[in-house]
């Protein structure tokens, strides 16, 4: 996760938060925003500073002999995705979309292993990033919150 602007009007001050995610197959950064455009610009900057970390690392070409490959700057998508209802949820979207990441990429791994394939390049295709941010409504962030705050008060009462 990453991508934090300020703004502050008046007396109040605003933190928004999304997602930026490396997809090493299609070497491209893509920018989970639950509250576009607030971080389009951060998202541009740090996948601009991070651009030469992952250049040519794209799955396929692992010793980037290719030197065409290894010259690729990997490209900045904004993901279409549902937008949080208030000013304050982008927080908790950004751990949605995280937690959707990680069960995708944890079942494309077990599916590959399966099989018999390579679990360590894992495909995001356009349906399954699809279906990734179907799991990502207004409603399963609430209940995300309403967990983590269970969570936290079992924690607290354990410790008392």
């Known amino acids: 996760p990453g991508g934090t602007t ?3 009007s008046a007396s109040f001050c605003y933190a928004y938060r999304s997602c930026l995610a490396y997809h ?12 576009k455009p ?11 500073a991070a ?6 690392r794209h799955a396929g070409q692992g010793n980037n002999s290719d030197s065409n490959c290894s010259n690729m700057l990997p490209g900045l998508v904004e993901v ?3 937008q949080q209802q208030n ?10 979309v995280t937690k959707a990441l990680c069960d995708s990429l944890a079942q494309s791994k077990a599916a590959a292993a399966a099989e018999g394939g390579d679990a360590a390049v894992w495909e ?17 962030v609430v209940n995300m919150r309403d967990e983590i705050l269970r969570i936290i008060d079992s924690l607290v009462a354990e410790s008392a």
């Open 38 to 48: 607030h971080n389009r610009a951060v998202a541009r900057a740090l996948a601009g």
């Open 6 to 8: 300020t703004s502050s």
């Open 51 to 56: 651009a030469p970390l992952v250049r040519g």
């Open 124 to 140: 995001l295709s356009e349906q399954q990033e699809a279906n990734l941010l179907q799991v990502i409504t207004h409603t399963a």
């Open 87 to 96: 000013g304050n949820d982008c927080g908790m979207y950004v751990l949605a």
């Open 24 to 35: 090493r197959s299609s070497n491209t950064f893509k920018h989970y925003d639950s509250a």
């Open 80 to 82: 279409d995705m549902p």
